[in-house]
């Protein structure tokens, strides 16, 4: 009988291929998008983000004003309460500050403010930190001692003096007053700076565990220069906490603007960010106009804890171990 | 007397995921008698593992057991409320993992481990369990026992450690004891050490054996009796010399073949083609017939059931008496 | 040595510094402590044949691998094959057409392919790398073709690693390592991750790819009944040395050296022929301080004074002192 199984063709297909099925119906069978359905929580918070985002790209559309242009505010229209109040006036639906700036459309300009610092911050800490994270694990050795003993200064600072600290020395280089992009450019830079540390040590570790695998040796084997293997082979296989951390630095990036802004060094009041507006409200606080300072603060902690529990679950959907 | 040490009695598991029910276990049905060792083979997926643990009723969630009888010595224990599992666990079934690291607690001594768990099961002085522990690490093959005693688990090598975990599963003379792999992590001059051990174990204390591995060369070694088990059934189970030498399931055949050996040369090995079907996609009928050259229209739709021939029991149409019958007309 | 050798390794030494860190060895005022993986290991494989190098851990079995195939310097010794020495002063190009005609094949199937990368990208990867094939649909054929060699279908290079079972991704890195038309294979434990089965599917298929291709292959395993199927020449390796080289039928035969009898009586017994065993006697030491002498003498029954002060050289495909005295009778070979 056993000859029976000898008779089978050695070189005969193992099994019937089937086509691998396309992108959109794999992603519809995965393991994250069931975690993402069981989760009502996500789905909300996957809606306000969209909604944020859709607001600060569209605000233009949607907002009744341009706060960014001076031509457009009337001071007469200074301080009015929001439009359910008794004192409230059409179109300013959450009322007015002080200079007859419409708070709804200044929260919608500011948040594109606030996230645009924080999408270019999370970008620029994030290339920074991954390059070097790529170069310390997989180089190893002295260069990764270099890399990683200058993390760990950085990490001595905290993110927000890091921050202060860069802001202070460019507008003391630059000599004063920097333009409304200018300063964007410093915040985008002091975030990323001090952002950076927490990609490199994640990805470093994820590198140190993929150079030993095989496939690596395998691209080695045929000859492959290391920048190559690097990005081609490397990379792609590091992204996933990579995705987990730029979505909760995303969180982090926005508040640490926001904390600048609110303590005068972040964007000027002629572009108001998120921070700005909740500054410029501050001083309104107790003189009863609870509008200037509350809608923005609102908004910014909506957007804050969205984006939050946004990484929360892509933490947990990408390790199952944590399931 | 007559009576098994352990009796399994149709088991099933399953584990509940998303896609649906998959049945792991899908209704086997074993007795092992007193001292005597029984070898439960298979390759990855085959349940081998699960089978083990569902015995001892360490199915994790989203496991369950989904039905049949557990019985140790008599006693049901499958459907015991978890605290009074795990005292019988404890006490009347040792546990021997592949990798000892997860049995032993590493930030204790050795000795504080045994003594503790003698200690538990028994009603012996500290000095006594202490006593008793230096002995039991000299049964194993420790030497120096009463020295090494005070090691932490991390001193001792992988094969010492090992028989560390055998000992510790000797404690409270449990009626029977699983082995999960036992020797699978450790070299084979190792390995052939604490096989001879735990045969010895098996007959100078009586204690029953439920052996779990991927290699047929231990069980042959080792086991009185094997169940080969495929697709979460047992394909085939019978004394073990005439499972290995004269296989009558399909399946037991082309793993027999498949096995280089050292004593035969041979051009080219018995290969099954194909693999073990996932758990979510098990063939209608008999499990194996997309991989069985001898498989036939009843084998596609009806699944096989266990058949008595000779000292084997085999779960194929082709000892079916119709089959025979049918065969003997041609 | 001898003129049909194709590949040559010479005395090959490979030391890894295993100290802790500078620091922590000032503080602790350790000395800097070294392996010796390797020490001083040398064989020659001839065209087309199976030569495996057998051992348990830490015999540096799969370092030697590393070192054959350039993936790791050696610390001393060199490899030449088919004339062209693989470390050391080749230059570039040189080296790069040799790279070309050597290939491995690895232990774990799961971790040896890029799991984000399709098949046909994986196996056309060395032809595009060695520019073997330049158009896109040629290297589509040729990868169809590769597939089809190792027992697949050509369409199975559309799936990701995933998709395929232990076996199915064990035949992948097979096509993967011939795609470069390699004509030496180094197999580091090709099956050790993979069940019986699947593994006879294997060794089937290596056999059948070397008869059709000439393939010389140096063959890696702690499995002595694999190598025994596999092997036209075998090396016993323990604690970093060669202690008994021979021709494959020879060593089950009529083992010398005190380790092979010791290792082949250890393997559990399928044929179940109840031979007689000698028992075996301890476990493998620590390598960072190995025994002195003959690194196997505490376990060796037949162990001297000498044992225990010279390392025995290989002489007539042994290592041992008291075969070279005279002292083991060696069984005949039938």
């Known amino acids: 009988m056993t000859e029976g199984l000898q008779s089978a063709p050695v070189l005969a297909p193992d099994k019937a291929p089937a086509a691998s099925s396309p992108w959109h119906a794999r992603f519809l069978d995965s393991d994250i998008w069931a975690s993402f359905k069981r989760s009502k929580l996500t789905m909300l918070a996957t809606f306000l983000t969209l909604l944020f985002l859709l607001a600060a790209i569209l605000a233009g559309l949607v907002a009744p004003q341009n706060p960014f242009d001076p031509a457009q505010l009337d001071l007469l229209n200074s301080r009015i309460p929001p439009l359910w109040e008794a004192d409230g006036v059409a179109p300013y639906l959450l009322g007015t500050d002080e200079q007859g700036r419409d708070v709804f459309s200044a929260i919608l300009y500011g948040l594109r403010v606030s996230l645009l610092v924080g999408f270019l911050g999370v970008a620029f800490s994030a290339t920074l930190g991954i390059a070097l994270g790529l170069i310390a694990g997989y180089f190893g050795g002295t260069v990764d001692a270099v890399i990683m003993r200058v993390a760990d200064v950085q990490l001595t600072f905290p993110a927000i003096l890091c921050a202060l600290l860069v802001d202070g020395v460019v507008k003391s280089v630059a000599g004063g007053q920097l333009s409304p992009a200018a300063t964007l450019g410093v915040l985008v830079f002091s975030i990323g700076l001090s952002f950076w540390v927490q990609y490199a040590r994640t990805v470093r570790g994820s590198v140190m565990v993929e150079k030993n695998k095989d496939y690596i040796a395998a691209a080695r084997l045929i000859g492959l220069p290391a920048p190559v293997i690097m990005f081609r082979h490397v990379l792609p296989n590091v992204l996933g906490p990579v995705l987990v951390i730029a979505t909760i630095n995303l969180a982090l990036a926005i508040i640490t603007e926001a904390t600048l802004s609110f303590l005068g060094t972040g964007m000027p009041e002629t572009m108001p960010s998120l921070g700005t507006l909740i500054r410029i409200g501050n001083n309104y606080l107790f003189s009863g106009e609870w509008w200037i300072i509350a809608f923005p603060g609102v908004a910014l902690a909506i957007l804050v804890l969205s984006i939050n529990l946004l990484g929360d679950w892509l933490r947990d959907a990408l390790n199952p171990r944590l399931r | 007397m007559s009576q098994p040490v352990l009796s399994v009695r149709d088991l099933h598991v399953e584990f509940v995921t998303r896609r649906g029910v998959l049945k792991a276990i899908d209704g086997i049905s074993f007795d092992i008698a007193k001292g005597e060792v029984l070898g439960v083979v298979g390759e990855s997926g085959a349940g081998k593992s699960v089978t083990g643990s569902a015995v001892v009723g360490l199915i994790d969630p989203p496991g369950r057991i989904a039905g049949g009888e557990v019985i140790l010595s008599g006693m049901r224990i499958d459907n015991l409320p978890p605290e009074e599992l795990r005292r019988v666990r404890g006490k009347r079934i040792g546990m021997i993992f592949q990798d000892p690291l997860t049995s032993l607690n590493p930030l204790y001594r050795v000795s504080e481990q045994l003594v503790e768990t003698i200690r538990t099961h028994t009603n012996l002085s500290s000095s006594a369990a202490r006593k008793r522990a230096i002995d039991l690490l000299a049964e194993v093959g420790i030497p120096a026992p009463d020295r090494r005693i005070d090691s932490y688990p991390h001193e001792f090598s992988g094969g010492m450690r090992q028989r560390v975990v055998i000992a510790l599963a000797l404690c409270a003379e449990p009626e029977l004891i699983i082995a999960d792999e036992p020797t699978t992590a450790l070299d084979v001059s190792v390995q052939a050490q604490i096989i001879t051990l735990l045969k010895r174990l098996g007959r100078d204390h009586g204690t029953a054996i439920m052996l779990v591995t991927h290699d047929m060369g231990v069980i042959a070694e080792t086991a009185d009796r094997v169940a080969v088990m495929y697709a979460g059934r047992i394909a085939e189970i019978g004394p073990v010399r005439d499972v290995v030498q004269n296989p009558l399931h399909p399946y037991a055949k082309g793993l027999m073949g498949a096995i280089p050996s050292l004593e035969v040369e041979t051009d080219r090995l018995v290969q099954i083609p194909g693999s073990m079907p996932r758990l979510s996609a098990i063939p209608t009928g008999c499990a194996f017939n997309p991989r069985c050259p001898f498989a036939f229209d009843r084998c596609r739709v009806e699944r096989p059931e266990p058949i008595q021939r000779d000292l084997h029991r085999v779960a194929c149409h082709l000892y079916d008496e119709t089959t025979i019958r049918a065969e003997a007309l041609a | ?334």
């Open chain 3, 1 to 334: 040595m001898t003129e049909r050798s194709y590949v040559q390794v010479d005395n090959l030494r490979r030391v890894f510094d295993v100290s802790k860190p500078w620091l922590n060895r000032m503080l602790e005022r350790e000395e800097k402590q070294f392996l010796k993986a390797v020490d001083g290991v040398s064989f020659d494989i001839a065209k087309g044949e199976t030569f495996a190098l057998v051992g348990e851990s830490g015999s540096g079995k799969s370092t030697v691998a590393r070192m054959v195939v350039g993936l790791l310097p050696p610390s001393a010794g060199g490899v030449t094959i088919d004339g062209v020495a693989m470390a050391g002063r080749t230059d570039a190009a040189q080296r790069q057409r040799l790279r070309r005609r050597i290939q491995m094949i690895f232990q774990d199937p799961y971790a040896s392919l890029n799991p984000r990368w399709r098949v046909d990208r994986i196996i056309a990867e060395p032809i595009r790398a060695f520019g073997l094939l330049e158009d896109d649909a040629q290297i589509r054929n040729r990868v169809g073709e590769l597939l089809t060699l190792v027992g697949l279908h050509p369409d199975d290079g559309r799936k990701f690693p995933h998709e395929f079972s232990g076996g199915q991704r064990q035949r992948i890195a097979i096509a993967r390592a011939l795609a470069s038309n390699a004509e030496f294979i180094v197999c580091d434990e090709p099956t050790s991750a993979l069940d019986v089965s699947v593994q006879a599917q294997i060794l089937n298929l290596m056999r059948d790819l070397q008869d059709r291709l000439g393939l010389t292959y140096l063959f890696i395993s702690h499995n002595l009944a694999v190598v025994r199927h596999m092997a036209t020449r075998i090396g016993v390796m323990y604690l970093g040395r060669i202690v008994e080289i021979s021709g494959g039928r020879e060593l089950f035969l009529a083992p010398k050296h005190p380790y092979t009898r010791m290792l082949l009586d250890a393997v559990p017994d399928v044929g179940m022929s109840g031979r007689q065993r000698i028992p075996v006697k301890g476990e493998i030491p620590n390598p960072i301080h190995p025994p002195s002498g003959c690194t196997f003498n505490p376990r060796c029954p037949f162990a001297n004074d000498r044992c225990r002060r010279e390392i025995p050289p290989l002489l007539g495909g042994v290592a041992c002192h008291a075969v070279h005295e005279g002292r083991i009778t060696i069984p005949a070979a039938a």
